[in-house]
């Protein structure tokens, strides 16, 4: 043989380079059986060398030999297929430790680029020669073997090219060649080589080498691969598991079977549905859909298994689901009954199948977050899993729990559905939220516990996001709720929260949720959680900790006292119409709005989030016709919250301060007032005996504020309420605000004199409205009050708010003499000189009650003040005394019952604290009265802390409440064509209670209010009024010329 020495190098050299131009003129010499043989000599003699100039004179004389005539023939093909096969094997699987990475990856270009002209000459002239064989033979276990070493990121088109060598190869071949070359291999052999094919598929199809827009190399690829895993298939059935066999060689390479075929039916290059008309076209005539090829191939070898399935649960549940998501009605249709086979042999061997529905809902979360399915999907799975459920032959307890699982899968399909067409929008905030609640109380129910956190945390990080620092808190109160105290057990990491344990994440979750309860200014939400935390550092001796809650917590104390906090509004949303998400449709809600945000802005937010919503301009409920239009409807109002009386505060002397949270902070019931002439005409502005009132009240599912902005409204109740009603209603709001106002100042909240004034003279000096006067003309009459026992305790309890509003402005007039200017003591002694005149005139009603002067109503009716003001946190419509102050009209629809599960509960009632008119009217004559009550004369020592205020009429509403009931100018009137009661309280603050603390008895009992600069005898309501002061100046009763400069301004008519 030849031999490679330093001397004999250019030889061997130049004999390479040379030996290929005499094959030429052998062949006219010698027969191709004879060239042949010298060629397999000759090449056969070059010694085995690292010299990169030898291999690379080697390879190129074989090129020059492959590119020749004689593989055209095939006696020549078949004489030098085997040379040629064991020199390329020999530079194909070349070790590369030993030399330099490039000369390695040119050696093996040039080896490959040889092997892909043979088998492109092989294809074009010996395709059903024994050739093919030979090729099969000596190639197939070795181009496998490189497909799967070679690195892609690092050699990609060194990996192109083998691919496209094994591709070539297997295009070649048919059924007989698949089944010669396995044929003799034994079991152990088979398992490791189909192994080795299938995961060298699965990463063909996952990890693709041609780019996308190489369609032709794609298709061809997936052609072939299609092919060879049907011909290997035939193989795998004769290698089926056993049931004792679960973790072994069998079973893998089943589930490796299964995993190629759901990677190729779910390739990119296979989806069609992403290609244009008319390249689609093209390729279904050429190759067919070989997507559902492939899936009858799956579900032919999954029905091999027979009782063996169950090895596969549950395992192969989410890749299945993954199948079935591919857009494809022919391929669903066959695939989704797979999973009650599953079902049904999951039941029988275990008398359950919680591990396949557990999989199914964990997979179908993950895959339709992703932007699988649809909602042919959903009818398509409900369909035929229902469809084998309802089979008769079925046992009973599989029949009852394969419905229930069916319709769990459905709800969460639609839910999963709704959630993504909005979780991608800005805009649809709200909507977005909803959809994950629903989602969570889905998983809660099922006792999902890792799903039901992901989407807690979903939810949190969206009402962050938004800024509803409140909602976070609440939800983040359900997580926490899972976890106690008393347990050691290790969390691992979620999130934000570190690996720790139990009671450790639960006081991280108890901060958190105080922090955000802190920044939305909810501070009587943090007390529970103060409490609980402060035992637990106490009882683990953590006093750093507790000190630091316990601080929190006394501050919290302070800011409730003295941190201003804005109330919110609440507004009816009802979203009518098929052309809204399915999560929407028809579907009414109470929204909690944001600080400061009135009707107008919740309009345009909801407007924005549905451009193509028209806005409805009435309140009525509307018709089926709305309901049933493709198109959307948006219905908004303002709603006022029904102020529930709470059982902490029955008969206690509570602070106004404190229950002002109340009335916007966990409330379940809404209402809507539209006045209305019981007679049919039009009722007048003017005319108080007129005005009835239609008043709907909503209840919602939730609280607002909650883990929501948002609470459904599960029914509604509707009432008519009467003129001398709304009227107790309308003083009994006016007289909450008049008592929040004056303890503002009193708690030196308030510092301007001002709004005080302006308050002050819209409610004493009553010109516009007519004052007292109208609900004398229309209530304070014998025709009125013998109509009814009812209408007599009526009136009785509107003369009482009419006291009661006289004490009040009392306070507020001597408070008003402290905090005023000096410049403006002429508007201060009109303000005192008309309050004289109001307090003369109301002076009968004390008479008529049994209330002397010296007997102050604020004392002498303690019980009745702290009944009523407790009750009327109930907003007086569901009060105690409801069902005897108004004629009651519940509707309740059907659907609404339905969905609530249950009818309300009924609603209090309440015995007033009140003497029987019909006796007091007989004995009014008999009353010993003392004359008539003190006039209040302006203190003489005033503080100098702001100028003037202007001078307004007013009336028992205020001046501020007169104007127009029938106004359409504010974006707040929804309904331009009924009158609304809104509009005539819309400048007043909401329904309120008369609040316990009318009734103290001394200022120590809430000294943490009183401004000290008072004296005892000018605090109204605790040792009877004032004394009446000498008269020192015959002009003091004048009216005083109010004075029109700058430092009192004139607001414009």
């Not at 020495?5 to 003129?25: G, N, R, V």
């Not at 099969?136 to 799967?148: E, G, H, S």
Request: charged share 25%; net charge neutral.
């Amino acid at each position: 043989p030849l031999r490679s020495t330093d001397t004999e190098s250019c030889i061997l050299a130049k004999a390479l380079k040379y030996f290929p131009q005499t094959i030429p003129e052998l062949n006219k010499i010698l027969p191709i059986t004879t060239t042949c043989g010298i060629i397999s000599d000759f090449i056969d003699a070059v010694p085995s060398t690292d010299e990169k100039e030898i291999i690379g004179y080697k390879l190129r004389c074989i090129g020059d030999i492959v590119k020749g005539v004689l593989l055209d023939s095939i006696e020549g093909c078949t004489q030098l297929i085997p040379l040629l096969m064991k020199h390329l094997k020999l530079h194909l699987k070349h070790d590369e430790t030993a030399r330099d990475e490039l000369e390695v990856k040119k050696e093996k270009t040039q080896a490959v680029n040889i092997l892909t002209y043979i088998l492109i000459t092989v294809s074009n002239k010996h395709s059903n020669t024994p050739v093919v064989k030979m090729i099969v033979d000596d190639l197939m276990d070795i181009l496998f073997r490189l497909v799967c070493q070679v690195d892609k990121e690092k050699d990609m088109d060194l990996a192109r090219d083998y691919v496209s060598c094994l591709i070539a190869l297997l295009h070649l071949m048919n059924n007989d060649h698949y089944t010669s070359y396995m044929k003799p291999m034994n079991e152990h052999n088979l398992i490791h080589f189909l192994n080795e094919v299938f995961l060298v598929f699965n990463d063909l199809m996952k990890s693709n080498v041609y780019p996308r827009d190489w369609i032709v190399m794609n298709m061809l690829q997936s052609y072939v691969v299609l092919n060879a895993i049907i011909c290997f298939s035939k193989a795998l059935t004769k290698l089926l598991p056993q049931v004792k066999d679960y973790m072994g060689k069998k079973k893998q390479l089943w589930e490796n079977f299964f995993y190629l075929c759901v990677a190729f039916i779910t390739q990119d290059t296979l989806q069609l549905e992403d290609f244009r008309q008319p390249k689609r076209k093209k390729i279904s005539s050429q190759y067919g859909d070989m997507r559902s090829e492939m899936g009858l191939e799956m579900i032919s070898m999954w029905k091999q298994l027979g009782d063996s399935k169950r090895l596969f649960v549950p395992e192969m549940v989410g890749p299945f689901l993954e199948v079935t998501l591919v857009p494809l009605d022919s391929l669903r249709r066959e695939v989704i009954p797979i999973f009650f086979d599953m079902i049904e042999c999951y039941h029988y061997h275990f008398t359950n199948f919680d591990i396949v529905e557990r999989e199914v809902i964990d997979k179908l979360d993950v895959h339709v977050s992703q932007g699988k399915g649809d909602k042919r999907y959903v009818a398509m799975m409900y369909e035929i899993l229902l469809k084998k459920c309802n089979n008769p032959d079925l046992p009973r307890a599989l029949h009852q729990s394969g419905v229930r699982f069916v319709n769990s899968v459905k709800y969460l399909l639609e839910h999963l559905l709704n959630f993504r067409e909005v979780r991608e929008s800005d805009h649809h905030s709200e909507a977005k939220m909803l959809c994950i609640v629903n989602l969570l109380n889905f998983y809660e129910e099922l006792n999902r516990q890792e799903m039901y956190l992901r989407y807690i945390w979903k939810l949190y990080s969206s009402h962050l996001l938004q800024k509803n620092f409140v909602e976070a808190a609440f939800t983040l109160e359900m997580y926490a709720s899972k976890l106690k105290f008393e347990s050691d057990m290790v969390l691992e990491q979620f999130e934000e929260f570190p690996r720790e344990k139990d009671r450790e994440r639960k006081a991280r979750l108890f901060k958190t949720i105080i922090n955000h309860h802190e920044e939305g200014m909810s501070f009587e939400n943090c007390f529970p959680f103060y409490k609980l935390l402060a035992d637990y550092y106490e009882t683990i001796f953590d006093y750093k900790e507790l000190s630091g809650i316990l601080t929190r917590q006394a501050a919290a104390y302070t800011n409730i006292l003295k941190a201003e906090r804005q109330g919110v509004d609440f507004f009816y949303i009802g979203f009518y119409g098929l052309g809204f998400p399915q999560f929407l449709q028809n579907r009414r809600f109470i929204y909690c709005g944001r600080k400061f945000e009135k009707a107008g802005t919740v309009n345009s937010r909801f407007q924005e989030q549905f451009p193509a919503a028209t806005l409805l301009p009435y309140t009525s409920h509307p018709d089926e016709e709305i309901k049933n239009s493709p198109k959307q409807h948006l219905q908004i109002y303002k709603v006022n919250p029904v102020i529930e009386e709470r059982e902490e505060f029955i008969d206690r002397d509570v602070p106004s301060i404190i229950l002002q949270f109340y009335d916007s902070n966990d409330v379940k019931a809404f209402s809507y007032d539209k006045i209305f002439n019981k007679s049919g005409g039009k009722a007048k502005d003017d005319d108080f005996g007129s005005l009835w009132i239609h008043k709907t009240t909503f209840f919602t599912m939730d609280p607002l504020p909650s883990k929501l902005r948002l609470a459904e409204i599960t029914h509604h109740e509707i009432s008519e309420i009467s003129p001398i009603k709304s009227a107790i209603e309308t003083m009994e709001t006016k007289n909450k605000h008049l008592r929040l106002q004056i303890d503002g100042y009193k708690s030196k909240r308030e510092t301007s004199a001002k709004p005080l004034s302006m308050t002050l003279q819209g409610t004493i000096d009553a010109r516009v409205m007519g004052g007292i006067k109208k609900y004398e003309d229309a209530f304070f009459n014998e025709g009125f009050i013998s109509e009814s026992q009812q209408n007599g305790e009526d009136v009785l309890t509107l003369k009482r708010t009419i006291i009661e509003q006289v004490e009040i402005l009392q306070e507020g007039v001597e408070i008003h003499g402290k905090v005023c200017d000096p410049s403006v003591k002429q508007l201060h002694e009109h303000i005192v000189k008309m309050f004289n005149e109001m307090r003369k005139d109301t002076s009968k009603y004390r008479r008529e009650l049994g209330l002397t002067s010296g007997t102050p109503s604020r004392a002498s009716r303690a019980s009745f003040a702290i009944s009523s003001s407790s009750s009327n946190r109930y907003n007086s419509t569901l009060s105690r005394n409801m069902r005897s102050r108004h004629s009651m009209v519940s509707v309740t629809s059907a659907e609404e019952t339905a969905h609530n599960g249950s009818t309300p509960p009924p609603l209090p009632s309440r015995k007033e604290i009140l003497p029987d008119p019909v006796q007091l009217i007989q004995n009014r004559r008999s009353i010993q009265t003392d004359g008539p009550d003190q006039p209040v004369l302006p203190p003489k020592k005033r503080s100098s802390i702001v100028h003037g205020s202007p001078l307004i009429n007013g009336s028992p509403l205020g001046r501020d409440s007169a104007r127009s009931i029938n106004s359409n100018s504010s974006a707040d009137n929804i309904d331009n064509s009924s009158n609304s009661l809104d509009e005539v309280r819309e400048s007043q603050p909401p329904l309120p209670p008369r609040p316990a603390n009318m009734n103290k008895s001394s200022p120590e009992s809430n000294s943490f209010i009183t401004d000290d600069s008072l004296s005892d005898t000018q605090i109204s309501g605790i040792n009877g009024p004032p004394p009446l002061p000498q008269r020192t100046n015959s002009n003091a009763a004048r009216p005083p010329k109010v004075p029109r400069d700058k430092s009192v301004p004139v607001p414009s008519q």
